[in-house]
């Protein structure tokens, strides 16, 4: 599941991959999803 944090701001493949799941997919990953968003904003 890590690897669908992006790496960077332009990680488009990454944020398109990260779409396909659905919340109960992803929520372990999701503090750290939002504090990707906080970090690169």
Do not use: C, F, G
């Not at 779409?19 to 906080?38: D, F, G, N």
């Amino acid at each position: 599941m890590r690897d669908l944090i992006p790496k960077h701001k332009s990680d488009l493949d990454t944020a398109n991959k990260l779409a396909q799941y659905s919340y109960k997919e992803i929520a372990e990953i999701v503090p750290e999803l939002l504090e990707w968003i906080q970090d690169y904003n």
